[in-house]
T-cell receptor, first 112, second 115 residues
């Protein structure tokens, strides 16, 4: 079955770049997503990438996709304290009735 | 501009009690989902619905039932709560195009504790 894996924790200094990694197993994935969850809140879409793309940039966010290795990463440039949150990688296949397969989430802590 | 609203936000139940969680969306979305979030396990799909009057089982459906009598509402029921159902529950909805660049809109979550 499908499986999405992420590291559970990342500590980064304010102003540095953060890189969060994700691997997935479903080769039929069409879209891959990054969601952000702040404390006590629901998940909010940060960005997504279509499976035929290698890279997508959106302001401070850069998504890299290596489809051969089924590896997805999210880079946050100039990390701020407001970026402290849990980041979820998610994938959606072609026949999944809109169902998302989520990773366990990476807790990002930004230190001054 | 409510989006997806969940009620209640917090609840403590005794083992064996029943309750219903309500999810309401005002975006006219066809697809709605119930997830549970547990530490280190991410979000796991409980049940979902692809339209009014339809429901289907997700990854972890045991101990839960759902109903979608109205398009805007998706109810999650626990008939006899167990401590293993202590979790944070999230409802989500998407527009009626599951094969596109679909964004899922999430509610704020319901924190349920079963003692």
């Amino acid at each position: 079955g499908e499986d999405v894996e992420q590291s559970l924790f990342l500590s980064v200094r304010e102003g540095d770049s953060s890189v969060i990694n994700c691997t997935y197993t479903d080769s039929s994935s069409t879209y891959l997503y990054w969601y952000k969850q702040e404390p006590g809140a629901g998940l909010q879409l940060l960005t997504y990438i279509f499976s035929n793309m290698d890279m997508k940039q959106d302001q401070r966010l850069t998504v890299l996709l290596n489809k051969k290795d089924k590896h997805l990463s999210l880079r946050i440039a100039d990390t701020q304290t407001g970026d402290s949150a849990i980041y979820f990688c998610a994938e959606k296949g072609t026949d999944s009735w809109g169902k998302f397969q989520f990773g366990a989430g990476t807790q990002v802590v930004v230190t001054p | 501009n409510a989006g997806v609203t969940q009620t209640p936000k917090f609840r403590v139940l005794k083992t064996g009690q029943s309750m219903t969680l309500l999810c309401a969306q005002d975006m006219n979305h066809e697809y709605m989902y119930w997830y549970r979030q547990d530490p280190g396990m991410g979000l796991r799909l409980i049940h979902y619905s692809v339209g009014e009057g339809t429901t289907a089982k997700g990854e972890v459906p045991d101990g839960y039932n759902v109903s979608r009598l109205k398009k805007q509402n998706f109810l999650l029921g626990l008939e006899s709560a167990a401590p293993s159902q202590t979790s944070v529950y999230f409802c989500a909805s998407i527009r009626d195009a599951p094969y596109g660049d679909t964004e899922a809109f999430f509610g704020q979550g319901t924190r349920l504790t079963v003692v």
